[in-house]
């Protein structure tokens, strides 16, 4: 039986663990051309099995420390997972050159190698990084199509008993060592479908016995069971942005390990920018070494897009001024595009593909709010903006912020008007602190409407339910791109869902800590040339 390591801690019973106490990373690659597999419904597959991969490696490690007996006083540290989707054959190739057998199979799975012994040769000690590294599973979605077909399963379905399977294998389970062994795989493999509510029991029960599995042989490489499941030594986020009680050596090396993975992808062409305290530095100007960052990743063929709080035209306005305004460059009434806190999503050729919009009684309330306190208040329309009365602090929006001057008129007027997509008072950050949050935040409930903000001196009102990763998602679904392409680079809270969610979310060294937290690489400030950093280890 293979070996099972215990996690030696103190505090934090196995049993009380959940799957959110567990983190986990997956990068999606695809080899070959699968047959029977358009574009759209390739990116589809890749998209759900990115999720799914999460969650199995997550089930899996939650079912594995289920086992131990003994307590521990923290959960593992995050486990990181290669997922390969290829054609037979690429999976030929692979099965032949490991295995010996010159044949398609459907799952195989590779740990990381683990190259300790030959560093103590040398006398060289490597900091042991602060996740774990589980290695590599690969389908052929060609051999997964055909087993689907004779077991009346969808792709899906039997995509994703050959995912919780070759996971398995990852973490030490092996059912060609022995029917107790076997059984024990079993049982995991049926835990985490049900635990998951797929369909099926898993590869093995679906098989009916372990030595009809992947054709012939062992599909994996023979770890201990549980091997890589450490623990961090610190009890700290191993986010890039969040572990700052790290060694610098640690987290450099960590920057460069996601970095160089990250550089493996050639699907990974897509980049979006936040502007306020991202691309515009703290004068809201663009620095020369972003435009040209910029400029050197568009030559290359990187699709780069603005994810902003500004209306397009302010966006353009800004873009303009440095030469990257204009159809093929970041940002024209023809391209990509989310604006006003993803209230508006642009597709090719300038179509809008998402949008959201505010009650009327919220609009009426802020702007008798504002008569009532003397709080400048301006509404955005989508390409132009209103307000009730001007103010120097308006002016400065236009001016500074790039964005549309406001046109003046009554509130009914307003009211008779197109609806807004979203309010924005502008005023100094201590009445926003003390005054203007806590009281639109209570006012609010219920209403359909948030807050929301990017900059200390501005507080926005917007639709429930809407951001920019929102219209972000939307956006890609229209492109057919899936979110594990997306580079997202982003500073404020309303940069938080993109940052986690894209395949590679970047904060600046500006960022609030929530977004820190959350990013696989931090960079420098907005003042101090973070976005050509980013966008120069990433994509150039």
Known sequence: M????????SGWRARALTVDDIEADVGVLVEGEPAGLGEPELARVRERLYHDSIAVVKQAALYLISEEEEEREQPPAPLELSLVLCDDAHIQSLNKEWRGVDAPTDVLSFELEDDDEEDEDEGLVSPEMPINVLGDVVISLDTAARQASERRY??????????????LHLLGYEHEEGEEEAAEMAAAEQH???????????LIAAVGGCNELHGDGDSS??????????????????????????????LAAEADRRIQKWR?????QILALDMDGTLLDSRSRVLPSSVSAIKAALARGVTVFLATGKARPAAIRAMEAVGLAGEGLVVSTKGLGCFLQGLTAYGRGGK???????????VRAAFEFSAAHNVPVCGFLGETCVTHRMHPELQELHHRYYEPLAAVASIEEVLAGPPLRKLLFMTDPEQVEAHLKPHWQAALTGTGAETMQAVP????????GWDKWRSIVLLLEHLGTPASNLVAIGDGSNDLGMVSGAGMGVAMGNAVPSVKKAA??????????GVADAIERLFL
């Open 2 to 9: 293979p070996h099972r390591q215990q996690l030696h801690t």
């Open 154 to 167: 969808t792709l899906l379905d039997e995509s994703r008993v050959l995912l919780v399977h070759g996971v």
């Open 192 to 202: 985490i479908m049900k635990a998951l509510g797929w369909k099926g029991q898993g």
């Open 221 to 250: 490489s023979s770890g201990d069971r549980g091997s890589l499941l450490h623990v961090p030594d610190e009890p700290a986020s191993t986010s890039a942005g969040s572990s700052s009680e790290m060694e610098p050596a640690v």
């Open 264 to 268: 493996t992808r050639a699907e990974a």
């Open 352 to 362: 809008l593909v998402a949008g959201g919009e505010l009650p009327a009684g919220v």
């Open 457 to 464: 001196d501005m507080l926005e009102v917007v639709p429930s």
């Open 520 to 529: 696989q690489l931090v960079v420098a400030d907005n003042d101090s040339d």
